[in-house]
Protein backbone atom coordinates (compact mmCIF):
# COMPACT_ATOMS: atom_id res chain seq x y z
CA UNK A 1 0.00 0.00 0.00
CA UNK A 2 0.90 3.48 -0.70
CA UNK A 3 -1.19 5.02 1.24
CA UNK A 4 -2.36 5.22 4.93
CA UNK A 5 -5.56 3.08 6.06
CA UNK A 6 -6.88 5.44 7.89
CA UNK A 7 -7.31 7.61 4.55
CA UNK A 8 -8.84 4.82 2.33
CA UNK A 9 -11.44 3.41 5.19
CA UNK A 10 -14.31 5.70 3.30
CA UNK A 11 -14.25 3.23 0.57
CA UNK A 12 -14.46 -0.26 0.62
CA UNK A 13 -11.29 -1.87 0.35
CA UNK A 14 -12.30 -4.24 -2.27
CA UNK A 15 -13.40 -1.33 -4.44
CA UNK A 16 -10.24 -0.09 -4.30
CA UNK A 17 -8.41 -2.89 -5.13
CA UNK A 18 -10.65 -3.49 -8.31
CA UNK A 19 -9.64 0.29 -9.01
CA UNK A 20 -6.15 -0.57 -9.16
CA UNK A 21 -6.02 -3.85 -11.30
CA UNK A 22 -8.45 -2.81 -13.13
CA UNK A 23 -6.80 0.29 -14.51
CA UNK A 24 -3.62 -0.21 -16.23
CA UNK A 25 -1.25 1.98 -15.35
CA UNK A 26 0.56 2.55 -19.09
CA UNK A 27 -2.87 3.14 -20.56
CA UNK A 28 -3.55 5.89 -17.60
CA UNK A 29 0.16 7.35 -17.62
CA UNK A 30 -0.35 7.29 -22.11
CA UNK A 31 -3.40 9.61 -21.85
CA UNK A 32 -0.89 11.95 -20.27
CA UNK A 33 2.73 11.09 -20.94
CA UNK A 34 4.08 9.46 -24.18
CA UNK A 35 5.82 6.36 -23.25
CA UNK A 36 8.23 4.04 -24.67
CA UNK A 37 9.59 0.91 -24.49
CA UNK A 38 12.95 0.11 -21.94
CA UNK A 39 13.81 -3.41 -22.21
CA UNK A 40 12.51 -6.10 -19.73
CA UNK A 41 9.44 -5.21 -20.07
CA UNK A 42 9.26 -1.18 -18.73
CA UNK A 43 8.15 2.00 -20.17
CA UNK A 44 9.84 4.82 -20.18
CA UNK A 45 9.06 8.81 -20.76
CA UNK A 46 9.52 12.38 -19.72
CA UNK A 47 8.76 13.03 -15.99
CA UNK A 48 5.61 15.06 -15.35
CA UNK A 49 6.52 15.48 -12.28
CA UNK A 50 9.47 17.76 -12.61
CA UNK A 51 11.40 19.61 -15.65
CA UNK A 52 13.97 16.75 -17.53
CA UNK A 53 15.29 16.80 -20.99
CA UNK A 54 16.06 13.15 -21.32
CA UNK A 55 13.43 10.54 -19.38
CA UNK A 56 14.31 9.26 -16.14
CA UNK A 57 9.89 8.02 -15.46
CA UNK A 58 9.61 4.57 -15.88
CA UNK A 59 6.26 2.71 -15.61
CA UNK A 60 6.05 -1.33 -14.65
CA UNK A 61 3.03 -2.69 -16.27
CA UNK A 62 3.15 -5.91 -14.52
CA UNK A 63 3.91 -4.65 -11.41
CA UNK A 64 1.19 -1.87 -11.68
CA UNK A 65 3.57 0.97 -10.37
CA UNK A 66 5.57 4.01 -11.55
CA UNK A 67 8.79 5.29 -10.67
CA UNK A 68 10.86 8.75 -11.43
CA UNK A 69 14.68 7.97 -10.43
CA UNK A 70 15.24 11.79 -11.29
CA UNK A 71 12.92 13.07 -8.58
CA UNK A 72 12.10 10.07 -6.77
CA UNK A 73 8.14 9.95 -7.27
CA UNK A 74 6.68 6.83 -7.17
CA UNK A 75 3.80 4.41 -6.46
CA UNK A 76 1.06 2.98 -8.33
CA UNK A 77 -2.26 4.37 -10.65
CA UNK A 78 -3.83 5.78 -7.75
CA UNK A 79 -0.94 7.85 -6.69
CA UNK A 80 -0.25 8.80 -10.11
CA UNK A 81 -3.32 10.26 -10.77
CA UNK A 82 -3.00 11.90 -7.26
CA UNK A 83 -0.31 13.34 -8.18
CA UNK A 84 -0.70 14.45 -11.89
CA UNK A 85 -4.05 16.13 -11.25
CA UNK A 86 -3.97 17.59 -7.99
CA UNK A 87 -6.61 15.63 -6.18
CA UNK A 88 -6.88 13.75 -3.17
CA UNK A 89 -7.09 10.48 -2.81
CA UNK A 90 -10.90 9.70 -2.69
CA UNK A 91 -11.33 11.67 -5.75
CA UNK A 92 -8.60 10.06 -7.55
CA UNK A 93 -10.77 7.08 -6.96
CA UNK A 94 -13.42 8.01 -7.60
CA UNK A 95 -12.12 9.40 -11.15
CA UNK A 96 -10.42 5.80 -11.82
CA UNK A 97 -13.80 3.98 -11.04
CA UNK A 98 -16.00 6.00 -13.29
CA UNK A 99 -12.96 5.12 -15.70
CA UNK A 100 -13.76 1.87 -15.82
CA UNK A 101 -17.56 2.06 -15.30
CA UNK A 102 -17.52 0.90 -11.41
CA UNK A 103 -19.81 1.63 -8.48
CA UNK A 104 -18.28 2.74 -5.51
CA UNK A 105 -19.55 1.54 -1.80
CA UNK A 106 -18.83 3.98 0.74
CA UNK A 107 -18.86 2.75 4.16
CA UNK A 108 -19.98 4.33 7.20
CA UNK A 109 -22.06 6.72 5.58
CA UNK A 110 -24.79 5.29 3.25
CA UNK A 111 -26.12 7.02 0.27
CA UNK A 112 -25.28 10.12 1.70
CA UNK A 113 -21.95 9.75 2.15
CA UNK A 114 -21.78 9.98 -2.10
CA UNK A 115 -23.13 13.55 -1.88
CA UNK A 116 -19.76 14.65 -0.17
CA UNK A 117 -17.77 12.77 -2.80
CA UNK A 118 -14.54 14.83 -3.84
CA UNK A 119 -15.00 18.40 -4.61
CA UNK A 120 -13.19 18.15 -8.14
CA UNK A 121 -15.60 15.10 -9.00
CA UNK A 122 -18.30 17.03 -8.49
CA UNK A 123 -17.02 19.90 -9.90
CA UNK A 124 -16.26 17.88 -13.60
CA UNK A 125 -19.83 16.07 -13.25
CA UNK A 126 -21.64 19.72 -12.73
CA UNK A 127 -19.64 21.12 -15.96
CA UNK A 128 -20.59 17.74 -18.09
CA UNK A 129 -24.10 18.86 -17.01
CA UNK A 130 -23.86 22.27 -18.03
CA UNK A 131 -22.30 21.13 -21.71
CA UNK A 132 -25.10 19.10 -22.10
CA UNK A 133 -27.63 21.28 -21.30
CA UNK A 134 -25.61 23.64 -23.81
CA UNK A 135 -25.74 21.67 -26.44
CA UNK A 136 -29.40 20.72 -26.01
CA UNK A 137 -29.82 24.63 -26.40
CA UNK A 138 -27.77 25.12 -29.62
CA UNK A 139 -30.86 23.00 -31.23
CA UNK A 140 -33.30 25.31 -30.42
CA UNK A 141 -35.03 28.43 -32.52
CA UNK A 142 -33.74 30.50 -29.76
CA UNK A 143 -29.60 29.28 -30.70
CA UNK A 144 -30.37 30.64 -34.90
CA UNK A 145 -27.38 32.85 -34.74
CA UNK A 146 -24.86 31.19 -33.36
CA UNK A 147 -25.89 27.44 -35.94
CA UNK A 148 -25.93 30.23 -38.14
CA UNK A 149 -22.77 31.69 -37.20
CA UNK A 150 -20.92 28.12 -37.07
CA UNK A 151 -22.15 27.18 -40.77
CA UNK A 152 -21.34 30.41 -42.19
CA UNK A 153 -17.86 29.33 -41.12
CA UNK A 154 -17.82 26.10 -42.73
CA UNK A 155 -18.78 23.93 -39.75
CA UNK A 156 -21.68 21.26 -40.15
CA UNK A 157 -23.64 19.71 -37.42
CA UNK A 158 -21.18 16.91 -37.14
CA UNK A 159 -18.53 19.44 -36.44
CA UNK A 160 -20.23 21.21 -33.67
CA UNK A 161 -21.09 17.37 -32.24
CA UNK A 162 -17.09 16.54 -32.84
CA UNK A 163 -16.69 19.45 -30.66
CA UNK A 164 -19.29 20.24 -28.19
CA UNK A 165 -20.61 23.36 -28.98
CA UNK A 166 -23.43 24.65 -27.47
CA UNK A 167 -25.23 27.91 -26.62
CA UNK A 168 -26.04 29.61 -23.59
CA UNK A 169 -29.94 30.88 -23.72
CA UNK A 170 -31.15 34.17 -22.57
CA UNK A 171 -32.58 34.26 -19.07
CA UNK A 172 -30.91 35.12 -16.04
CA UNK A 173 -30.27 31.46 -14.45
CA UNK A 174 -32.06 28.87 -16.50
CA UNK A 175 -28.16 26.60 -16.14
CA UNK A 176 -28.09 27.45 -12.30
CA UNK A 177 -31.60 26.64 -11.93
CA UNK A 178 -30.87 23.17 -14.17
CA UNK A 179 -28.07 22.38 -12.29
CA UNK A 180 -29.78 22.65 -9.37
CA UNK A 181 -32.37 20.39 -10.40
CA UNK A 182 -30.00 17.46 -11.50
CA UNK A 183 -28.72 17.80 -7.65
CA UNK A 184 -25.89 20.23 -7.36
CA UNK A 185 -25.52 23.23 -4.56
CA UNK A 186 -24.97 26.16 -5.54
CA UNK A 187 -22.06 26.70 -3.49
CA UNK A 188 -20.57 23.99 -6.25
CA UNK A 189 -21.72 25.89 -8.60
CA UNK A 190 -19.84 28.90 -7.45
CA UNK A 191 -16.73 26.94 -7.05
CA UNK A 192 -17.24 25.73 -10.45
CA UNK A 193 -17.34 29.48 -12.01
CA UNK A 194 -21.15 28.03 -14.06
CA UNK A 195 -23.00 30.68 -11.97
CA UNK A 196 -22.32 33.96 -9.64
CA UNK A 197 -23.86 36.26 -7.41
CA UNK A 198 -26.13 38.81 -9.20
CA UNK A 199 -28.14 41.73 -7.45
CA UNK A 200 -31.17 39.25 -7.36
CA UNK A 201 -29.48 35.97 -6.28
CA UNK A 202 -27.59 33.59 -8.30
CA UNK A 203 -27.60 33.84 -12.28
CA UNK A 204 -26.01 32.11 -15.15
CA UNK A 205 -22.33 33.37 -16.28
CA UNK A 206 -23.09 32.90 -19.82
CA UNK A 207 -26.23 34.27 -21.62
CA UNK A 208 -27.06 34.27 -25.25
CA UNK A 209 -23.49 33.13 -26.52
CA UNK A 210 -21.94 30.41 -28.66
CA UNK A 211 -20.32 28.20 -26.02
CA UNK A 212 -17.34 25.76 -26.51
CA UNK A 213 -16.56 23.42 -23.72
CA UNK A 214 -12.57 23.55 -22.49
CA UNK A 215 -11.38 19.98 -21.71
CA UNK A 216 -8.27 18.86 -20.03
CA UNK A 217 -5.97 16.04 -21.20
CA UNK A 218 -8.16 13.62 -19.80
CA UNK A 219 -11.37 14.80 -21.85
CA UNK A 220 -12.86 16.10 -18.64
CA UNK A 221 -15.18 19.44 -18.92
CA UNK A 222 -13.15 22.05 -16.69
CA UNK A 223 -14.41 25.20 -18.54
CA UNK A 224 -16.09 27.12 -20.95
CA UNK A 225 -15.36 29.03 -23.83
CA UNK A 226 -18.26 31.92 -24.90
CA UNK A 227 -18.50 34.15 -28.25
CA UNK A 228 -20.32 37.33 -28.50
CA UNK A 229 -23.12 36.90 -31.30
CA UNK A 230 -25.64 39.80 -30.87
CA UNK A 231 -25.04 43.64 -30.53
CA UNK A 232 -27.17 44.59 -28.02
CA UNK A 233 -24.97 42.16 -26.26
CA UNK A 234 -24.10 44.18 -22.74
CA UNK A 235 -20.68 42.48 -22.65
CA UNK A 236 -18.64 44.37 -25.22
CA UNK A 237 -15.97 41.65 -25.50
CA UNK A 238 -16.05 39.43 -27.92
CA UNK A 239 -14.86 36.18 -26.03
CA UNK A 240 -15.87 35.50 -22.28
CA UNK A 241 -14.07 32.70 -21.03
CA UNK A 242 -14.44 30.65 -17.23
CA UNK A 243 -12.62 32.51 -14.62
CA UNK A 244 -10.05 30.32 -12.96
CA UNK A 245 -11.39 27.83 -10.73
CA UNK A 246 -9.70 24.84 -8.54
CA UNK A 247 -10.29 22.53 -11.95
CA UNK A 248 -9.25 25.50 -14.37
CA UNK A 249 -6.32 26.77 -14.73
CA UNK A 250 -5.70 28.83 -17.97
CA UNK A 251 -2.22 28.04 -17.94
CA UNK A 252 -2.34 24.60 -18.12
CA UNK A 253 -5.34 24.23 -20.36
CA UNK A 254 -5.70 23.71 -24.40
CA UNK A 255 -8.21 23.76 -26.07
CA UNK A 256 -8.27 20.74 -28.57
CA UNK A 257 -5.63 19.48 -26.78
CA UNK A 258 -8.02 16.04 -25.32
CA UNK A 259 -8.82 15.53 -29.28
CA UNK A 260 -5.31 16.33 -30.70
CA UNK A 261 -3.07 14.52 -28.27
CA UNK A 262 -2.52 11.14 -29.52
CA UNK A 263 -1.89 12.79 -33.47
CA UNK A 264 0.64 14.67 -31.13
CA UNK A 265 2.34 12.21 -30.16
CA UNK A 266 2.43 10.28 -33.15
CA UNK A 267 3.56 12.79 -35.64
CA UNK A 268 5.38 14.56 -33.18
CA UNK A 269 3.90 18.20 -34.26
CA UNK A 270 1.73 20.48 -32.33
CA UNK A 271 -0.02 23.39 -34.50
CA UNK A 272 -0.85 26.59 -32.30
CA UNK A 273 -3.40 28.49 -33.19
CA UNK A 274 -5.62 32.06 -31.70
CA UNK A 275 -8.85 30.64 -31.69
CA UNK A 276 -11.37 28.18 -31.52
CA UNK A 277 -12.81 28.47 -34.88
CA UNK A 278 -9.45 28.04 -36.05
CA UNK A 279 -8.97 24.82 -34.42
CA UNK A 280 -12.48 23.47 -35.65
CA UNK A 281 -11.21 24.67 -39.36
CA UNK A 282 -7.82 22.86 -38.94
CA UNK A 283 -9.07 19.86 -37.73
CA UNK A 284 -11.61 19.44 -40.44
CA UNK A 285 -9.10 20.47 -42.70
CA UNK A 286 -7.01 17.70 -42.00
CA UNK A 287 -4.57 18.83 -39.43
CA UNK A 288 -5.37 16.97 -36.61
CA UNK A 289 -2.98 18.37 -34.40
CA UNK A 290 -4.15 22.09 -33.35
CA UNK A 291 -4.71 23.41 -29.97
CA UNK A 292 -5.13 26.81 -28.76
CA UNK A 293 -4.85 28.38 -25.33
CA UNK A 294 -8.04 29.89 -23.89
CA UNK A 295 -8.38 33.16 -22.29
CA UNK A 296 -4.44 33.51 -22.21
CA UNK A 297 -1.09 33.86 -23.77
CA UNK A 298 0.57 30.72 -24.73
CA UNK A 299 3.29 30.13 -22.11
CA UNK A 300 5.44 27.89 -20.18
CA UNK A 301 3.37 26.00 -18.83
CA UNK A 302 1.67 24.69 -21.95
CA UNK A 303 5.09 24.08 -23.85
CA UNK A 304 5.49 21.69 -21.14
CA UNK A 305 2.44 19.77 -21.33
CA UNK A 306 3.30 19.64 -25.28
CA UNK A 307 6.75 18.63 -24.58
CA UNK A 308 5.78 15.68 -22.32
CA UNK A 309 3.32 14.55 -25.57
CA UNK A 310 5.91 14.45 -27.96
CA UNK A 311 8.69 13.27 -25.94
CA UNK A 312 10.62 10.38 -28.63
CA UNK A 313 13.26 7.77 -26.98
CA UNK A 314 16.12 10.14 -25.50
CA UNK A 315 15.05 13.32 -27.26
CA UNK A 316 12.40 15.99 -27.34
CA UNK A 317 12.04 16.24 -31.44
CA UNK A 318 9.28 17.38 -31.60
CA UNK A 319 7.86 20.79 -34.19
CA UNK A 320 6.62 23.48 -32.20
CA UNK A 321 3.85 25.32 -35.09
CA UNK A 322 2.38 28.99 -34.01
CA UNK A 323 -0.10 30.46 -36.98
CA UNK A 324 -0.41 34.20 -37.30
CA UNK A 325 -3.01 35.81 -39.33
CA UNK A 326 -0.89 39.14 -39.90
CA UNK A 327 2.93 39.52 -40.64
CA UNK A 328 3.16 42.09 -37.96
CA UNK A 329 1.18 40.02 -35.32
CA UNK A 330 3.78 36.97 -36.07
CA UNK A 331 6.89 38.91 -36.60
CA UNK A 332 6.67 40.83 -32.84
CA UNK A 333 5.85 37.21 -31.52
CA UNK A 334 8.85 36.15 -33.15
CA UNK A 335 11.29 38.65 -32.02
CA UNK A 336 10.19 37.76 -28.16
CA UNK A 337 12.20 34.58 -28.55
CA UNK A 338 15.35 36.11 -28.99
CA UNK A 339 15.26 37.46 -25.34
CA UNK A 340 13.65 34.01 -23.91
CA UNK A 341 15.94 31.13 -22.95
CA UNK A 342 15.21 29.99 -26.33
CA UNK A 343 15.09 26.00 -25.29
CA UNK A 344 12.98 24.88 -27.42
CA UNK A 345 13.31 27.63 -30.53
CA UNK A 346 15.38 24.95 -32.41
CA UNK A 347 12.20 23.30 -32.57
CA UNK A 348 9.48 26.34 -33.18
CA UNK A 349 8.22 27.41 -36.44
CA UNK A 350 5.97 30.45 -37.83
CA UNK A 351 3.33 30.29 -40.35
CA UNK A 352 1.69 33.31 -41.51
CA UNK A 353 -1.36 32.41 -43.71
CA UNK A 354 -1.78 35.30 -46.48
CA UNK A 355 -3.94 38.88 -46.53
CA UNK A 356 -4.17 38.56 -42.94
CA UNK A 357 -6.31 35.25 -43.05
CA UNK A 358 -6.84 33.27 -39.76
CA UNK A 359 -6.78 29.43 -40.56
CA UNK A 360 -10.84 29.75 -40.43
CA UNK A 361 -10.84 32.50 -43.20
CA UNK A 362 -8.13 30.48 -45.24
CA UNK A 363 -10.40 27.59 -45.11
CA UNK A 364 -13.51 29.26 -46.68
CA UNK A 365 -11.41 31.45 -49.08
CA UNK A 366 -8.95 28.67 -50.35
CA UNK A 367 -9.87 25.16 -49.03
CA UNK A 368 -9.20 22.66 -46.79
CA UNK A 369 -5.49 22.48 -48.88
CA UNK A 370 -4.93 25.68 -48.41
CA UNK A 371 -4.76 24.51 -44.22
CA UNK A 372 -3.12 21.97 -44.90
CA UNK A 373 -0.16 24.08 -46.81
CA UNK A 374 -0.07 26.62 -44.47
CA UNK A 375 0.88 24.18 -42.41
CA UNK A 376 3.69 22.94 -44.88
CA UNK A 377 4.90 25.78 -46.01
CA UNK A 378 6.03 26.92 -41.87
CA UNK A 379 9.41 28.75 -41.29
CA UNK A 380 11.94 28.47 -38.50
CA UNK A 381 11.48 31.15 -36.06
CA UNK A 382 14.93 32.25 -36.09
CA UNK A 383 14.49 32.36 -39.83
CA UNK A 384 11.30 33.94 -39.82
CA UNK A 385 11.90 36.51 -37.13
CA UNK A 386 15.47 37.66 -38.96
CA UNK A 387 13.76 37.84 -42.87
CA UNK A 388 10.59 39.39 -41.48
CA UNK A 389 12.65 42.74 -41.03
CA UNK A 390 14.71 42.06 -44.11
CA UNK A 391 12.00 42.69 -45.68
CA UNK A 392 11.67 46.35 -44.70
CA UNK A 393 15.00 46.97 -46.83
CA UNK A 394 15.66 47.35 -50.57
CA UNK A 395 18.39 44.25 -50.77
CA UNK A 396 19.00 44.96 -54.37
CA UNK A 397 20.86 48.02 -53.37
CA UNK A 398 24.53 48.12 -51.57
CA UNK A 399 23.48 50.68 -49.06
CA UNK A 400 20.27 48.45 -48.42
CA UNK A 401 22.38 45.30 -47.59
CA UNK A 402 24.89 47.10 -45.67
CA UNK A 403 21.69 49.12 -43.37
CA UNK A 404 19.98 45.39 -43.52
CA UNK A 405 23.19 43.39 -42.14
CA UNK A 406 23.80 46.61 -39.39
CA UNK A 407 19.82 45.61 -38.19
CA UNK A 408 20.11 41.61 -37.96
CA UNK A 409 23.78 41.15 -36.93
CA UNK A 410 23.02 42.24 -33.57
CA UNK A 411 19.56 40.03 -33.66
CA UNK A 412 21.43 37.15 -35.09
CA UNK A 413 24.04 37.69 -32.12
CA UNK A 414 21.45 37.03 -29.56
CA UNK A 415 21.15 33.32 -30.04
CA UNK A 416 22.78 31.33 -27.93
CA UNK A 417 23.27 28.30 -29.41
CA UNK A 418 26.76 28.92 -31.25
CA UNK A 419 26.59 26.07 -33.95
CA UNK A 420 22.51 27.51 -34.88
CA UNK A 421 24.18 31.39 -34.64
CA UNK A 422 26.84 30.60 -36.72
CA UNK A 423 24.63 28.67 -39.20
CA UNK A 424 22.36 31.68 -39.34
CA UNK A 425 24.79 33.88 -39.87
CA UNK A 426 25.88 32.37 -42.84
CA UNK A 427 22.12 31.79 -44.07
CA UNK A 428 21.86 36.37 -43.16
CA UNK A 429 24.67 36.84 -45.42
CA UNK A 430 22.76 34.65 -48.25
CA UNK A 431 19.51 36.09 -47.82
CA UNK A 432 20.86 39.75 -47.86
CA UNK A 433 23.04 39.05 -50.87
CA UNK A 434 26.57 39.80 -49.09
CA UNK A 435 29.26 37.89 -51.13
CA UNK A 436 31.65 37.85 -47.95
CA UNK A 437 29.75 35.38 -45.95
CA UNK A 438 32.99 35.23 -43.52
CA UNK A 439 32.43 38.96 -42.72
CA UNK A 440 29.19 38.15 -41.58
CA UNK A 441 29.76 35.58 -39.52
CA UNK A 442 32.91 37.30 -38.00
CA UNK A 443 30.60 40.34 -37.56
CA UNK A 444 28.13 38.30 -35.50
CA UNK A 445 30.39 36.37 -33.23
CA UNK A 446 31.81 40.18 -32.26
CA UNK A 447 28.62 41.39 -31.67
CA UNK A 448 27.92 38.07 -29.29
CA UNK A 449 31.70 38.15 -27.56
CA UNK A 450 32.67 35.14 -28.91
CA UNK A 451 36.34 34.46 -30.26
CA UNK A 452 36.90 35.35 -33.79
CA UNK A 453 38.26 33.10 -36.46
CA UNK A 454 36.00 32.98 -39.06
CA UNK A 455 37.26 31.06 -42.08
CA UNK A 456 40.62 30.68 -40.84
CA UNK A 457 41.16 34.28 -41.15
CA UNK A 458 44.07 35.74 -38.49
CA UNK A 459 45.55 39.25 -37.69
CA UNK A 460 48.71 40.15 -39.49
CA UNK A 461 51.88 40.17 -36.54
CA UNK A 462 52.73 43.50 -35.90
CA UNK A 463 56.28 44.46 -37.79
CA UNK A 464 59.68 44.31 -35.74
CA UNK A 465 59.70 47.46 -33.45
CA UNK A 466 56.02 48.20 -34.08
CA UNK A 467 53.22 47.48 -30.96
CA UNK A 468 49.71 45.72 -31.75
CA UNK A 469 48.68 49.34 -30.61
CA UNK A 470 50.41 51.00 -33.14
CA UNK A 471 50.00 49.35 -36.53
CA UNK A 472 48.52 51.28 -39.00
CA UNK A 473 45.29 51.31 -38.95
CA UNK A 474 45.17 50.27 -43.23
CA UNK A 475 47.26 47.24 -42.70
CA UNK A 476 45.23 44.16 -43.90
CA UNK A 477 44.21 41.16 -41.77
CA UNK A 478 46.54 37.99 -42.99
CA UNK A 479 44.93 35.18 -44.97
CA UNK A 480 45.81 31.35 -43.23
CA UNK A 481 47.69 29.77 -45.65
CA UNK A 482 45.99 26.50 -44.59
CA UNK A 483 42.15 27.42 -45.13
CA UNK A 484 41.00 24.71 -47.91
CA UNK A 485 38.22 27.81 -48.87
CA UNK A 486 41.19 30.34 -50.22
CA UNK A 487 43.39 27.43 -51.70
CA UNK A 488 42.68 27.99 -55.35
CA UNK A 489 42.79 31.71 -54.94
CA UNK A 490 46.15 31.56 -53.62
CA UNK A 491 47.39 29.12 -55.81
CA UNK A 492 46.39 30.80 -58.90
CA UNK A 493 48.15 34.55 -57.63
CA UNK A 494 51.58 32.00 -56.94
CA UNK A 495 51.32 30.65 -60.74
CA UNK A 496 50.58 34.26 -61.84
CA UNK A 497 54.13 35.22 -60.18
CA UNK A 498 56.63 32.28 -59.95
CA UNK A 499 54.98 30.55 -63.78
CA UNK A 500 53.53 33.81 -66.02
CA UNK A 501 53.61 32.37 -69.01
CA UNK A 502 51.53 29.58 -67.96
CA UNK A 503 49.29 31.62 -66.23
CA UNK A 504 48.96 34.13 -69.13
CA UNK A 505 45.87 36.26 -70.29
CA UNK A 506 43.39 33.56 -68.50
CA UNK A 507 44.75 35.16 -65.14
CA UNK A 508 44.81 38.61 -66.11
CA UNK A 509 41.27 38.57 -67.40
CA UNK A 510 40.09 37.21 -63.55
CA UNK A 511 38.16 40.34 -61.88
CA UNK A 512 38.73 41.51 -58.18
CA UNK A 513 36.00 39.74 -57.17
CA UNK A 514 37.17 36.50 -58.16
CA UNK A 515 39.10 36.94 -54.91
CA UNK A 516 37.34 37.06 -51.02
CA UNK A 517 40.16 37.76 -49.11
CA UNK A 518 41.17 41.50 -48.79
CA UNK A 519 44.86 40.96 -48.98
CA UNK A 520 44.96 38.63 -51.96
CA UNK A 521 42.71 41.00 -53.92
CA UNK A 522 45.60 43.22 -52.88
CA UNK A 523 48.35 41.06 -54.35
CA UNK A 524 45.97 40.60 -57.57
CA UNK A 525 45.28 44.38 -58.13
CA UNK A 526 49.07 44.73 -57.79
CA UNK A 527 50.17 42.42 -60.52
CA UNK A 528 48.00 44.04 -62.83
CA UNK A 529 48.96 47.52 -62.27
CA UNK A 530 52.82 45.91 -62.71
CA UNK A 531 51.45 44.81 -66.09
CA UNK A 532 49.99 41.63 -65.11
CA UNK A 533 51.24 38.56 -66.31
CA UNK A 534 51.60 39.11 -70.52
CA UNK A 535 54.00 42.44 -69.07
CA UNK A 536 57.26 40.20 -70.10
CA UNK A 537 58.74 40.72 -66.47
CA UNK A 538 59.22 37.46 -64.96
CA UNK A 539 61.12 36.49 -61.38
CA UNK A 540 62.63 39.23 -59.51
CA UNK A 541 61.36 42.01 -61.69
CA UNK A 542 58.24 41.02 -61.89
CA UNK A 543 57.89 40.94 -57.96
CA UNK A 544 59.99 44.34 -57.45
CA UNK A 545 57.40 45.85 -59.99
CA UNK A 546 54.07 44.44 -58.10
CA UNK A 547 55.22 45.32 -55.09
CA UNK A 548 55.93 49.52 -56.14
CA UNK A 549 51.71 48.97 -56.48
CA UNK A 550 51.50 46.90 -52.96
CA UNK A 551 48.86 49.37 -50.99
CA UNK A 552 49.14 47.43 -47.48
CA UNK A 553 51.98 46.15 -45.62
CA UNK A 554 50.54 42.95 -45.76
CA UNK A 555 50.13 42.92 -49.42
CA UNK A 556 53.73 43.49 -49.98
CA UNK A 557 54.86 40.82 -47.52
CA UNK A 558 52.62 38.05 -49.11
CA UNK A 559 54.47 39.16 -52.72
CA UNK A 560 57.90 37.39 -51.34
CA UNK A 561 55.90 35.05 -49.91
CA UNK A 562 53.76 33.64 -52.75
CA UNK A 563 56.62 34.15 -55.31
CA UNK A 564 58.59 31.71 -53.37
CA UNK A 565 56.12 29.17 -51.80
CA UNK A 566 55.70 25.79 -53.66
CA UNK A 567 52.84 25.21 -56.07
CA UNK A 568 50.76 21.82 -55.00
CA UNK A 569 50.91 20.02 -57.96
CA UNK A 570 51.56 17.04 -57.47
CA UNK A 571 53.89 16.69 -60.71
CA UNK A 572 55.24 18.80 -62.64
CA UNK A 573 54.05 22.37 -62.56
CA UNK A 574 52.50 22.78 -66.65
CA UNK A 575 49.52 24.72 -68.36
CA UNK A 576 46.92 21.45 -67.37
CA UNK A 577 47.94 22.36 -64.01
CA UNK A 578 47.79 26.16 -63.93
CA UNK A 579 44.46 25.99 -66.02
CA UNK A 580 42.89 23.43 -64.06
CA UNK A 581 43.61 26.14 -60.64
CA UNK A 582 42.46 29.34 -62.81
CA UNK A 583 39.16 27.33 -63.59
CA UNK A 584 38.31 26.27 -60.06
CA UNK A 585 38.64 30.05 -59.02
CA UNK A 586 36.43 31.23 -61.76
CA UNK A 587 34.23 27.97 -60.35
CA UNK A 588 34.03 29.48 -57.06
CA UNK A 589 33.23 33.11 -58.42
CA UNK A 590 30.96 31.70 -60.75
CA UNK A 591 29.31 29.78 -57.56
CA UNK A 592 28.79 33.05 -55.84
CA UNK A 593 26.96 34.49 -58.45
CA UNK A 594 24.53 32.16 -58.49
CA UNK A 595 23.88 31.75 -54.64
CA UNK A 596 23.19 36.01 -55.59
CA UNK A 597 20.70 35.18 -58.19
CA UNK A 598 18.91 32.54 -56.05
CA UNK A 599 19.04 35.41 -53.12
CA UNK A 600 17.13 37.73 -55.32
CA UNK A 601 15.10 34.84 -57.09
CA UNK A 602 13.50 33.76 -53.17
CA UNK A 603 13.23 37.71 -53.03
CA UNK A 604 10.60 37.57 -55.81
CA UNK A 605 7.65 36.03 -56.15
CA UNK A 606 6.67 34.30 -59.34
CA UNK A 607 3.09 35.45 -59.67
CA UNK A 608 3.47 39.04 -58.74
CA UNK A 609 6.94 39.26 -60.31
CA UNK A 610 6.71 37.05 -62.88
CA UNK A 611 8.59 38.33 -66.59
CA UNK A 612 11.82 39.09 -63.89
CA UNK A 613 11.44 35.94 -62.21
CA UNK A 614 11.40 34.47 -65.47
CA UNK A 615 14.54 36.35 -66.31
CA UNK A 616 17.00 35.61 -63.22
CA UNK A 617 15.91 31.80 -63.85
CA UNK A 618 17.01 31.97 -67.09
CA UNK A 619 20.58 33.36 -65.99
CA UNK A 620 20.41 30.97 -63.35
CA UNK A 621 20.06 27.98 -65.57
CA UNK A 622 23.04 29.36 -67.88
CA UNK A 623 25.48 29.94 -64.74
CA UNK A 624 25.10 26.39 -63.42
CA UNK A 625 25.53 25.01 -66.97
CA UNK A 626 28.68 27.30 -67.03
CA UNK A 627 29.96 26.32 -63.38
CA UNK A 628 29.41 22.85 -64.47
CA UNK A 629 31.96 23.17 -67.20
CA UNK A 630 34.34 24.60 -65.03
CA UNK A 631 34.19 22.18 -62.08
CA UNK A 632 34.86 19.67 -64.81
CA UNK A 633 37.87 21.76 -66.15
CA UNK A 634 39.51 22.51 -62.76
CA UNK A 635 39.16 18.39 -61.95
CA UNK A 636 41.40 17.53 -64.92
CA UNK A 637 44.29 18.63 -62.73
CA UNK A 638 43.02 20.24 -59.65
CA UNK A 639 41.68 18.22 -56.78
Not at 279 to 289: K, R
Not at 322 to 338: M, P, R, S, Y
Amino acid sequence: MFYSGAVAGRIRESDIAQVRDRNRIDEVVGEYVALRRAGGGALKGLCPFHEEKTPSFNVRPTHGTFHCFGCGEGGDVIKFVMQIEHLGFVESVERLADRIGLHLTYEGGGASVRRDRGSRLRLVEAHKAAQAFYAEQLMTPEAEAARTFLTERGFDQAAWTTFGCGFAPAGWDRLTKHLIRSGFELSELYKAQLSKEGRRGPIDRFHRRLVWPIKDRGGDVVGFGARRLFDDDPIQAKYLNTSESPIYKKSQVLFGLDQAKREISRRHQVVVVEGYTDVMAMHEAGVPTAVASSGTAFGEEHMRVLRQIMMDDDTFRGEVIFTFDGDAAGQKAALKAFEGDQTFAGQTYIAVAPDGMDPCELRLAKGDAAVRDLVARRIPLFEFAIRSLLSDYDLDSVDGQVAALQRTVPLVAQIKDRAKRDGYATKLAWWVGWQDEAMVVRRVRESAGAPVKANGVRRAPARSGESSGGRRPTQLERPDPRNPDLRAQRESLKAALQEPALAGPEYDALPEDAFVHPAYVGVHRAILKAGGTTSGLTGPALIEAAASHAEDPTVASLLSELAVEPLKSTGDTDVRYVSSVLAAVQENLVGRQIGELKSRLQRLSPVDAAEEYRALFGDLVALEQYRKALREQAMGGWD
